[in-house]
């Protein structure tokens, strides 16, 4: 039978490039899906530690955080986990230069492995013109060849 409308209906050879589009873009998005998949698990488990791992492997919970408005002159106390996930003790040494971290004088902080450490990162929020946004940053460089600089944010507001 035939149809009213021979222009809506493709021909075979139609059929066939049709055909062949839509497998290429179903192939093709299989691949996308895939690549997105597999590129976020292995970002989720970068995170974790390597059972053949040597040496430390520093793990940190966060490594920014916003608090909000706080008073001018207020000292802000905020700490951040940081855990050892290695084999061998983790050394944080802190770097009071703004750039790359040559040896200081700073707080040095020994993480056992397997162990938990609390970071405080305390400060004295102070702007001379009063309503502000501010950060304050500690800064650490580590023995953990993954992660050799770790840096702490803390942001907040002064009114």
Known sequence: MKSRFPFFEPQPARRKVISLFMNAAIIVGAFIFLKLAFGRMVAANSDTHDLN?????????????????????????????????????????ECLAECDCPPSDGETILVAPGERFELPVVFSAFAPDRETTECFARRFETNDARLPLLEFKVKYSIR
Request: proline content about 2%.
């Open 53 to 93: 791992a040597q040496g430390p492997i520093a793990l940190v919970d966060e490594t920014e955080r916003t608090i909000g408005v706080v008073e001018n002159n207020q000292v802000v106390s905020v700490s951040f986990r940081v855990k050892n996930a290695g084999d061998s003790r983790l050394i944080l040494r």
